[in-house]
């Protein structure tokens, strides 16, 4: 491995471990406060470093591993920009940018092809076909319905609700790949999806609780 490649790999592994830590940082603090605020801007930052390094670690050395890793930083890093985004065109909900309308085709087509991935590999028995159907059904729906929504115009119910859902599934990503670089030995496509399963019923609540 060359020495930008290792680089490449220190910087990302350093920015998702603190994507994990501001994350839980913006969980735990009041919502909207000085604290929450810092944590979620640290957070998206994060968020972008590894999307990047992950690209960057892609070029440097493709294997089939790395490009599904490539779809799915595509898929979580859309989460928390979209999420950001939903509070950054400012209080009126301002009409979509091109790079929101950008932003969503490219989460959908990638999560598209990422489906599509995972429907082969399950027809050659492979059960990681599971985890890319997961997580490009997931992402695929978030994008086609940002799409619907910015086509015709309409503003969220509630945007801090969909600001704080995108976050939260956001960070749900991160700790899936964490959690698959640490225990897929034991776990299998189990150290992929449990993630998935404790953070829907989570955004769930939250949808719920400030979805008024």
Known sequence: MTALGTWAIQ???????LAVLAGLSAL??????????????????????????????LALG??????????VA??????????????SRGPAGDDPGAVD???AVGVAVACLGLGGWGVVRLAGGSSFGVVLVAFGAIGLA???NDLRRFR??????????LHLTRMLGAFVATVSA???????????????????????????YWAQKYGG
Request: hydrophobic fraction near 55%.
């Open 11 to 17: 910087l990302h592994v350093a920015a998702g471990v």
């Open 142 to 144: 978030f994008g086609v």
């Open 28 to 57: 735990v603090t009041a919502k909207g406060g000085r604290r929450h605020r810092l944590a979620g801007r640290t957070f998206v930052a994060s968020m972008g470093l590894v999307v990047a390094t992950t690209f960057l670690i």
């Open 74 to 87: 595509v898929f979580s890093g859309y989460l928390a920009f979209s999420g950001y985004r939903v509070l």
């Open 178 to 204: 964490v959690s698959a670089v640490n225990l897929t030995g034991a776990l299998g496509v189990v150290a992929w999806l449990w993630p998935t399963a404790v953070g829907v019923p989570l955004i769930a």
């Open 152 to 161: 015709a115009s309409e503003r969220p119910e509630s945007r801090v609700a």
């Open 101 to 103: 309308w950008a932003a």
């Open 62 to 71: 493709p294997t089939s591993f790395r490009v599904f890793l490539a779809l």
